[in-house]
């Protein structure tokens, strides 16, 4: 019987074998040095925050594995010899496969910063790091003040949940806003404002010169590069984002770039390996994304993407439109299609802003055409669906607005606000849009 070999038990090899099995009888072994189980990394801050339980972030029961005859084992994969067909573990034990997945995820970015292995230093990205927050950082006791190095998802994340258990926190931001690399400036500076508001000592425009340790070997500061200033810490946070986690392979002819280079089949250069998740690397980036794509439901895709072909059905991994979503603090935030942090010369915005600062949208648009390109939500959440067939059949930006009552979860806001975000692109645009009203049938037909 044919043994497909997963290394990663994250959500993108969890997929593939839970599609390979409904696809097939092959064996099949998933291997993590992480933890026995499949966790949700994305559930991993509400643990420390007490909302939930670590078990409750398994999905499956410890008998789904039996029941649906994957094999998990507990080991850290050192080597991949394609020549034999065989992985070694750290322990020297070997496996042997006939095709091999590899799902490794990513790591968070370390760059050699003095004191960065000291004690309390931690990325977040592990349960192993969730372990060691709770021991250096369990309370305002033990932790004083913690310091995070790196402005995205994750150290927004992590100050919140330090945040939590009232941890005075300092957050070090390269940029001279918050995730301008990503973010238009309206939306940045909201953040910046939710940040500050939260309590929380933003630092921007700079940088980690070092890591001070204390006579154990403990963190005990940290200096900041541009100013010399030294900030007395019992915790650093790495946040300064992630990369593919493939050490392990540079020695195995697997063709590696920052990622594992693969095809839209998910291919490697050698027969019978794929790789999949965060640790996948296209060759050629698909449309306007990037190459790698280090978000959850694109590991998922391509877990699906991927059984399928292994068990004869071979497809084209097609992510479809852009959109992610994630929270700043008490700011949710959803993007669909593009909307760049800098406006593109063939594109026209419109933005507003409510007037409590904390809910905007951003709509990005074809200045010829009118065809629309992606939207921004800050503090209001839109419909995925909605939005999904408005890219597919390429509708234009008026088509948009005058259908927002289809978009809104929220009928009470848009009572409110669409007629002021109407008004505003009626005399920015010196156009004469009409709201529509919610069209029901097509929503229900579209669930
Ligand atoms: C705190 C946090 C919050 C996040 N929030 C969001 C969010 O809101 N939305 C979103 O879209 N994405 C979010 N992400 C990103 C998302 O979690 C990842 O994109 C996703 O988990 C990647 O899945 P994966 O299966 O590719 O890899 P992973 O989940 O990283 O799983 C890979 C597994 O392989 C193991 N492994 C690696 N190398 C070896 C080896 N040599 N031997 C054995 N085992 C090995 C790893 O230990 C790990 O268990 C978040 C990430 C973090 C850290």
Sequence with gaps: MEHIVIIGNGISGVTAARHIRKNSDKKITIISAETDYFFSRTALMYVYMGHMKFEHTQ?????????????????????????SNEIEFSNGEKLSYDKLIIATGSKPNKFGWPGQDLDGVMGMYHKQDLEKLEKYAHNNTVCKRAVIVGGGLIGIELAEMLHSRHIPVTFLVREDSFWNGVLPKGESAMINREIISSGIDLRLGVNLKEIKED????????VILETGEEITCDVVGLTAGVSPNIDFLRASGIEIGRGVKV????????????????????????????????????????????????????????????????KFIDIEY??????????????????????????CIHINYDKTTREFIGINNFGIRMRHEFFDRILNEKQSVDYVLEHLADANFDPEFYKLYEPEIIAKFNNENNTNIQLKKKSWKRIFSKA
């Design 59 to 83: 999905p499956y029961e410890p008998w789904f594995w039996k029941k649906n005859r994957i094999n998990l084992k507990k080991r850290f994969v050192s080597k991949v010899t394609s020549n």
């Design 215 to 222: 006579k154990n070997g403990k963190v005990k500061s940290i």
């Design 263 to 326: 095809n839209r089949f998910l291919e490697t250069n050698l027969k019978d390996i794929y790789a999949i998740g965060d640790c996948a690397e296209q060759h050629e980036a698909i449309d306007q994304r990037r190459p790698i794509e280090a978000v959850w439901y694109t590991g998922r895709m391509m877990g699906e993407t991927v059984a399928q072909t292994i068990c004869k059905n071979k497809i084209e991994y097609k992510p479809g439109h852009w959109f992610n979503s994630a």
């Design 334 to 359: 959803q993007t669909y299609g593009w909307v760049w942090a800098q406006t593109k010369e063939n594109e026209a915005r419109f933005y507003w802003e409510h007037a409590d600062g904390n809910k």
